[in-house]
């Protein structure tokens, strides 16, 4: 059973788009969560994670969620469990 | 015995892919490893000197740029990674190892690591990065929605930066230590007469502020002395970059500003490593100037493995 995985980005951050090209080409699924748009999700970011810079990963659910702040290949395929 | 590629491209940005372009047509072999594919072209908002595009932006050129790469790919193996050290193999050959502990050995290198922002240096600064604090305002600047920030640098990426924040955020000020602004007056064009936008000149700034994000930030007239806080949710730091020098720092001399020397087309001190790019000493950090040292520098490292012996293939 795969975790699940929920990304806070902007349009134009391009370590998003990084983060999500490395997920697709792992075949992983994920939802995206757009906080240049959504100001509530934006607030919701900043609180999980302290900071306000994108890409935030998170995942897993529950009591189980790594949060991840930035492009960091080596913690996201550990996070997710994937060959780097 | 492991696979000896041809060239080996450090560098995921207009430097590096159209170097990889280039060697791919001259079929030789190629590995490249970037982390970012498009580089710092991602991050550069909207673009209008891009010849062939009179307007389009950094996502969309970079996505036409790997693209383009991709047509390559049975001679180019792209690693998705960020290299750690380049150093001397056995020979002549280089090794090239990444942050994943992979390690490519090839004939040459084509060094287009590109630049990363150059930091304030001042109290504060380090302690509110990401919460307040931002070196790219095409990734953050939709966070600052009706907050007021400020731009501190006022070259031409400050420029851009209070052009993205117009649209968002509530007021910005626009800082720069010297008398007069360096970007382009067709950039400044944009916010001269825009009362939300405040250009202070002569401005030093010496502290950023806050308890659990950005609050505020102070600055000092370099010529008044005088200090003033400005209360800003936002700090969009735009002063310059650095060059990506470190995995290269023992292979090869570096000039005064930590960039590597090369030549037109893509030379260096050191036989078999080329550099193309802004990690060089290159004039104009210029996507179209980057994109064609690339060029050279992969046209430089064909001759110089002709000369060594035909190319071999993996």
């Not at chain 2, 193996?77 to 020979?91: I, W, Y």
């Not at chain 2, 720069?176 to 001269?192: G, S, T, Y």
């Not at chain 2, 030093?204 to 003033?228: I, L, Y």
Request: glycine share 12%; with cysteine.
């Amino acid at each position: 059973m795969s975790k699940p995985v929920t990304i806070y980005t902007t349009q134009t951050c391009g370590y998003c788009k990084a983060t999500k090209e490395f997920l697709k080409s792992h075949t992983v699924d994920y939802t995206e969560i757009d906080v240049g748009t959504d100001q509530a999700k934006a607030r919701e970011m900043i609180e999980k994670s302290g900071q306000m810079g994108v890409p935030v990963i998170v995942v897993g659910e529950g009591g189980q969620e790594e949060l991840i702040v930035g492009f960091d290949q080596k913690r996201l395929s550990a996070a997710l469990g994937i060959a780097a | 015995m492991g696979t000896v590629f041809d060239v080996a491209i450090v560098g995921y940005g207009p430097a590096g892919i159209t170097a990889a372009i280039y060697a791919a047509r001259k079929r030789l072999s190629v590995v490249l490893i970037g982390e970012l594919p498009g580089g710092e072209v991602v991050n550069s908002g909207e673009i209008e000197n891009w010849t062939g595009d009179g307007h389009t932006d950094g996502l969309t050129l970079a996505k036409k740029m790997v693209g383009h790469l991709d047509l390559h790919k049975d001679q180019v193996t792209v690693d998705q990674d960020l290299v750690a050290k380049v150093a001397r193999g056995s020979g002549r050959q280089f090794e090239v190892m990444t942050r994943g502990d992979k390690t490519y050995t090839a004939k040459t290198v084509i060094y287009t690591a590109g630049r990363h922002p150059r930091p304030l240096g001042i109290s504060g600064e380090s302690e509110y990065k990401n919460k307040g604090v931002t070196y790219c305002a095409t990734c953050d600047a939709p966070l600052f929605s009706g907050k007021d920030v400020v731009v501190i640098g006022g070259g031409n990426t400050g420029a851009e930066a209070v052009i993205m924040l117009q649209k968002i955020a509530k007021k910005i000020y626009f800082l720069h230590l010297e008398d007069q602004l360096r970007a382009d007056p067709i950039l400044v064009e944009n916010f001269k007469n825009d009362p939300k936008v405040e250009i202070i000149l002569n401005a030093k700034t010496t502290t950023v502020s806050g308890s659990m994000m950005v609050e505020a930030v102070t600055f000092e007239d370099v010529n008044t002395k005088a200090t003033r806080d400005l209360k800003v949710q936002g700090v969009f730091v735009a002063i310059g970059a650095i060059p990506n020098t470190e995995p290269v720092k023992d292979l090869i001399p570096l000039d005064r500003f930590g960039a590597i020397e090369a030549d037109r087309y893509g030379k260096t001190a050191l036989d078999g490593f080329f550099a193309a790019g802004d990690v060089t000493n290159i004039r104009d950090a210029q996507i179209v100037v980057a994109a064609g040292h690339g060029c050279s520098a992969a046209l430089s490292a064909g001759d110089y493995l002709s000369r060594m012996g035909a190319p071999e293939g993996i």
